[in-house]
Nanobody
Framework: EVQLVESGGGLVQAGGSLRLSCAASGFTLDENAIGWFRQAPGKEREGVSCVSSSDGTTYYADSVKGRFTISSDNAKNTVYLQMNSLKSEDTAVYYC??????????????????????WGQGTQVTVSS
């Protein structure tokens, strides 16, 4: 059974950092791209970042470029999202998801939720200003 479990969320002051983890089971990271999404209250789920298992290519939403870093540890079957210089607008529930292919979809397609077949339960990130 494919499972994704997020952890590492919490409450942090603006300007602070958090590292989210996405532990995968039931498949290995070299089989599927992994995306991070977030959803704030009253808003649609939006793509934050994606990492291709095929070649390690990474993608970021413009709103997080230069502040967030996605990485994967295949030995631990875990993907991380390092979040620095956090802002109040980063407050949301963060989800990781497994793509249907080993690579992130091109252009802006990697941000579309329909490109992902399995989702974690989410972890809350709250940034206080």
């Amino acid at each position: 059974e494919v499972q994704l479990v997020e952890s590492g969320g919490g409450l942090v002051q603006a300007g602070g950092s958090l590292r989210l983890s996405c532990a995968a089971s039931g498949f290995t990271l070299d089989e599927n791209a992994i995306g991070w999404f977030r959803q704030a209250p009253g808003k649609e789920r939006e793509g934050v970042s994606c990492v291709s298992s095929s070649d390690g290519t990474t993608y970021y939403a413009d709103s997080v470029k230069g502040r967030f870093t996605i990485s994967s540890d295949n030995a631990k079957n875990t993907v991380y999202l390092q979040m620095n210089s956090l802002k109040s607008e980063d407050t949301a529930v963060y989800y990781c998801a497994a793509g249907s292919l080993p690579w992130c979809l091109y252009g802006s397609s990697w941000t579309h939720v329909r490109g992902y077949s399995h989702w974690g339960q989410g972890t809350q990130v709250t940034v206080s200003s």
